[in-house]
């Protein structure tokens, strides 16, 4: 498998489901290069076998073999077993299964509002209470782009991060709420094979458990206006102790700050 990510050229995976995903590309890419082969090699015989020199009458009974069909049923059965067999279970796991929370707040997923912005990304937790501030469209402004009500008590801890990093404990399920400001966006993180359109008016979720550390690049994969090339984000996967740090002193200085 190593070797043919190598020849795809595919970024190195970060996420816990990622290798799932990256194996299923490779099935399909190596499908795709036999068909490539078998039926590059069909036509180049049948132009050597079928050319006019030696052919000068019009066979008029046609090809009696029955190979090509057998070919035909044979990718069918191929392309059925990576659709029922791989990717079927492979989006029951990655993609429709949510982690739960099970009221353990150090194993516990965490739920992190993404906002797509023109050209930006932000993000969103509902702080050490626990709970989403209130959120209005009345109160949304450049500065201010979750429209978080200053004068909810529950807004009062909750931490925003407005084009700047967000942080993500190692080893631990989040989820991500995807929604948009304006326009249609893709929240896109190669290296943790995750990929959703930011689509406003909508709140899609998806969910990842980053396996390594690091510094990490939240890209566009949507044209999404002039500046979309410049649509780059970052998150930082870092163990356990240090993310409730950072999320300690985020929470303390006000994710309030934002609302001015
Ligand atoms: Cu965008």
Redo the contacts with the bound molecule.
Sequence with gaps: MEFFSKILNLPDVASAHGAGIDQFIIYIHLLMAALFVGWLGYFLYTVFRFRSSANPKADYAGAKSHFSSYAEVGVAAIEALLLLGFAIPLWAKAVDEFPTKKGDAKTDPIEIAIQ?Q??AWNAHYAGPDGVWGKQGIQHASATNPFGLDSADAGAKDDVTCLREPFYVPLNRDVICRISSMD?I??FKLPRMRVTQD?IPGMTIPVHFKATKPGDYMII?A????NL?ST?KGEFKVVADAEYAEWFAKKAASGGAQSFE
């Design positions: 797509g023109q050209f326009v966006h893709c930011a566009c949507q044209l999404c206006g979309h649509m």
